[in-house]
């Protein structure tokens, strides 16, 4: 097989409980026979892995799809022995991740939902348009609020070690990581009133430039000014 540009020999792990039915046709004289047979939908695998005969010293590099998420860890952990490899997808994806954690946990009790949401939104965007990460131009462009800062490398240390990304500061963005996260974040501040606003991961400005907050004093109440132009069909 081709694993980064470089053929690879490789063995092949299946695992599939499922048997479906499928047809299979013979010819018999001026005829078609059909014959029901039972198999295994390569669909629909359960479990599979390809382990490729490389880094043999390290551990070999292996590729892993589960469709049952309820025992990963057993087809991972148990069965495969394997860790996940430290490459620029993991670091990218886990900084992400750990970012989203730090919006929770640290912007939204010191600002507010928006904040939270607008954190990530400049996060996100970032690694969009960077190839690099570089983590103290990182905290220039996306942290507004300079005194959060220290809350964000205090944050690190106490947190970094459970996303693998304590002692990583530089390294390669991957863009299929930064793709997939952009997927899972929230971008939508929902209200006690039954009323949501989604936020445009792709123009973080739009949300900065054209939300605005503020406190009613007459309701007692805190309410969003959106401004606009039109209203989009």
């Known amino acids: 097989m081709v694993l980064d540009n470089e053929k690879i020999d490789a063995v092949g792990i299946?695992?599939?409980?499922?048997?479906?039915?499928?047809?299979?046709?013979?010819?018999?004289?001026?005829?078609?026979?059909?014959?029901?047979?039972?198999?295994?939908?390569?669909?629909?695998?359960?479990?599979g892995c390809l382990i490729f005969n490389t880094l043999g010293e390290e551990g070999f590099k292996v590729l892993s799809v589960d469709s049952n998420r309820y025992d990963t860890k057993y087809w991972l952990e148990n069965f495969l022995g394997v860790n996940i490899l430290p490459d620029d997808n993991f670091y990218t994806k886990n900084y992400l991740k750990f970012c989203q954690n730090f919006a929770k946990d640290v912007v939204l009790p010191a600002e507010d939902k928006q904040q939270e949401v607008l954190f990530m939104n400049r996060a996100v965007n970032h690694f969009a348009k960077?190839?690099?990460?570089?983590?103290?131009?990182?905290?220039?462009?996306?942290?507004?609020?300079?005194?959060l800062?220290?809350?964000?490398?205090?944050?690190?240390?106490?947190?970094?070690?459970?996303?693998?990304?304590?002692?990583?500061?530089?390294?390669?963005?991957?863009?299929?990581?930064?793709?997939?996260?952009?997927?899972k974040i929230k971008n939508v501040i929902t209200l006690d009133t039954n009323i949501q606003i989604r936020m445009d991961f792709i123009?973080?400005?739009?949300?900065?430039?054209?939300?605005?907050?503020?406190?009613?004093?007459?309701?007692?109440?805190?309410?969003?000014?959106?401004?606009?132009?039109?209203?989009?069909?």
């Open 149 to 183: 800062i220290p809350e964000f490398k205090h944050y690190k240390v106490e947190k970094g070690p459970k996303y693998s990304i304590e002692d990583v500061s530089t390294f390669p963005i991957a863009n299929k990581a930064v793709s997939d996260s952009r997927k």
């Open 14 to 47: 299946f695992k599939s409980e499922i048997k479906q039915e499928f047809l299979q046709f013979q010819e018999k004289g001026t005829h078609l026979e059909m014959i029901l047979e039972q198999g295994v939908n390569l669909n629909k695998l359960d479990k």
């Open 130 to 147: 960077n190839d690099a990460f570089e983590e103290s131009l990182f905290l220039n462009e996306v942290m507004e609020n300079p005194e």
């Open 203 to 233: 123009n973080p400005e739009s949300a900065e430039r054209f939300v605005e907050k503020g406190w009613d004093e007459e309701k007692q109440m805190y309410y969003y000014l959106v401004y606009f132009n039109k209203e989009m069909k």
